[in-house]
């Protein structure tokens, strides 16, 4: 199993808009795809712009698919409009 945890650094004013695209757009289309296991939103406490997103998928090959897909790339454009920066730090699922 894979998790994938990617931080966002959102535009102060667009956490709102953050969290409903997340919800409302992005997590349903990702929960499609084929190997998806979950995803969650986390926001930092002591940091209301910075978001931590973790995600899993059965396999690295599952998740691959779910980056280079269709559905993921047509999302990107209205996420990038959302936040500042991001990082991305990928785990095998040991236990």
């Not at 059965?58 to 980056?67: G, L």
């Amino acid at each position: 199993m894979i998790e994938r945890h990617i931080t966002f650094n959102v535009h102060p004013d667009r956490t709102a808009d953050f969290e409903q695209f997340i919800d409302g757009e992005y997590r349903p289309a990702m929960a499609g795809a084929p190997g998806f296991v979950r995803c969650e939103l986390l926001r930092e406490a002591d940091s209301p712009t910075r978001y931590q997103m973790a995600f899993r998928f059965e396999d690295a090959d599952k998740a691959a698919a779910w980056r280079t897909s269709e559905v993921h790339l047509a999302l990107q454009p209205a996420l990038k409009e959302l936040h500042a920066e991001m990082v991305i730090q990928a785990y095998e699922v040991i236990r």
